[in-house]
């Protein structure tokens, strides 16, 4: 744990925290209704904080275990790229994933701003950030995914990821905000983009083999 805390402590803490938080809200049902995202609340300058509480639970066991094994696969290992590149490679993950929380909110906020009944809740958006961001630096990276009895490359799995965001934000009855993983992803790529821009030659340079 010391290891972990020692060259990935922002992943550490986030992880952490968020688990906890969550666990605590399955039992809590005002803390779970009031952490929830509410757009048309939101858009009424109301609740506002719940753009950044409704990252910190979770609708089930299942939706935790998801969201925090994907978190725990791709965070970690981002964050020493980070840090790698830059003395404020810490900072910059923190701000990620930060950022991608609240941007991946955004057009949940404006589609359901009038949507009285309409709440969501998970840290779906900034972990796909961190998938996301993820793949710029290893695209190629290969990935065992459930159902697929092969491994993948990191910038296929990305690809079928957004289709399915795309599927269910469609097909889905839960409180589960999909929108947020596809809009979390833009986010994600944008946000590296901006923090080393030659992420984009390095990332065609992979694909193309070069």
């Known amino acids: ?35 929830m995202l509410h757009p048309y609340s939101v858009s009424r300058g109301q609740r ?10 979770h609708k089930d066991w299942g939706h935790l275990l998801v969201n925090m094994l994907s978190f725990y696969f791709f965070a970690f290992p981002l964050e020493q790229t980070l840090a790698s590149l830059s003395s404020f490679g810490h900072w910059q993950f923190a701000g990620l994933y930060v950022l991608s929380l609240v941007l991946s909110d955004l057009g949940s906020i404006i589609k359901h701003k009038n949507d009285f009944w309409y709440n969501s809740l998970g840290a779906s958006g900034a972990v796909c950030a961190i998938v996301f961001s993820y793949i710029l630096f290893y695209p190629l990276t290969k990935m065992m995914i459930f159902p697929l009895p092969i491994p993948i490359p990191a910038v296929l799995y990305g690809f079928l990821f957004l289709g399915y965001c795309w599927y269910a934000s469609r097909n889905s009855s839960d409180h589960i905000n999909h929108d947020a993983h596809f809009y979390g992803a833009l986010a994600g790529v944008s946000i590296t983009v901006l923090y080393h821009p030659d992420i984009v030659p390095y990332f065609l340079g992979q694909l193309l083999g070069r």
């Open 1 to 35: 744990m010391q290891e972990y805390l020692s060259q990935t402590p922002v992943a550490s803490i986030i992880l952490l925290f968020t688990v906890i938080t969550s666990i605590y809200a399955f039992s809590n049902h005002e803390v779970y209704g009031k952490f």
């Open 48 to 57: 506002v904080y719940s753009v950044f509480t409704s990252g910190l639970i």
